[in-house]
């Protein structure tokens, strides 16, 4: 089926910032355990709506809270996002922006996050840290060239890349406290 005829999938994510120790901005990102539709790929905490959600920020809340252990009183939203549509698995993702403060321990669910990342915004400003590549999917109808930042092993690219690309020049000029 053709992407613009595939039925979409509503979605919420946040996109969780805090300032360690150090005094420095970090990004909260999780590597999504093997197997499913983004099997080990990194993303944002967030998934699909239940019904005792309010909003899709209720629904970003409430993943993040399943997901990583992250306490809704610990999450303060700074900017709902424009909503992105994924270019092959049929998602409409409502992004989120918060300010949080890191638990003492994250607690990642079983067979469902991998691992929690926190990296430094300074770490992807760095030019290397930005990359393009080619790739050919099963899923996909040819080869294309994705946008990624590199995070240590791994890449944060797809709609992850998409909706947190345009927002680190904004952080990086102070656009929100952190």
């Known amino acids: 089926m053709p992407d613009a005829e595939r039925p979409r999938q509503d979605a919420a994510v946040l996109v969780p910032l805090f300032r360690g120790r150090d005094g420095e901005v970090r990004l ?7 197997g499913g539709l983004h099997g080990g790929q990194l993303a944002f905490p967030g998934g699909k709506p239940e019904p005792e959600d309010a ?17 809704r009183d610990a999450v303060e939203v700074l900017s709902a996002l424009p909503v992105l549509e994924t270019r092959t698995t049929g998602f409409r993702i409502a992004p989120f922006l918060a300010r949080i403060r890191r638990p003492a321990h994250w607690r990642p669910a079983a067979g469902e996050i991998a691992e929690v990342l926190e ?60």
Request: charged share 25%.
């Open 28 to 34: 909260v990102i999780v590597r999504r355990a093997e």
């Open 55 to 71: 909003s899709m920020l209720d629904t970003a809340i409430r993943e993040a809270e399943e997901e990583i252990g992250l306490a």
């Open 119 to 178: 990296v430094k915004l300074a770490d992807l400003l760095r030019p290397d840290a930005h990359d393009e590549v080619v790739e050919q999917f099963p899923t996909w109808s040819g080869p294309m060239k994705i946008a990624f930042y590199h995070v240590g092993p791994y890449r944060l690219w797809g709609a992850s890349y998409r909706i947190f690309h345009p927002l680190l020049p904004r952080l990086a000029a102070g656009e929100w406290t952190v």
